[in-house]
């Protein structure tokens, strides 16, 4: 019995990965587009509450991990 795929039709769904990347990176391009013509302490400030806010985000899923693990 012959298993070759070449006749399967595309799944509608396979695009969408490459376009996600391609959405991705062009929004990463304008964010960096616009923090290279803000001002530096501006920007400084700008990651200094990313930073604060992910880390906090990372304490919060920590401690819901260990309440809620499964031994």
């Given at each position: 019995?012959?298993n070759?795929?070449?006749n399967?039709?595309?799944k509608?769904?396979?695009l969408f990965p490459v376009?996600?990347?391609v959405a991705?990176?062009l929004?990463?391009?304008?964010?960096?587009g616009?923090?290279?013509?803000?001002p530096l302490?501006?920007s400084?400030?700008?990651?200094?509450?990313?930073?604060?806010?992910?880390g906090?985000f990372?304490?919060r899923e920590?401690?819901r991990?260990?309440?809620?693990q499964?031994?």
């Amino acid at each position: 019995m012959n298993n070759c795929n070449h006749n399967r039709s595309p799944k509608p769904w396979g695009l969408f990965p490459v376009l996600f990347i391609v959405a991705a990176l062009l929004l990463l391009g304008v964010v960096l587009g616009t923090v290279a013509h803000a001002p530096l302490t501006f920007s400084v400030a700008v990651g200094a509450v990313i930073a604060v806010w992910l880390g906090i985000f990372a304490l919060r899923e920590r401690g819901r991990r260990r309440h809620t693990q499964a031994h």
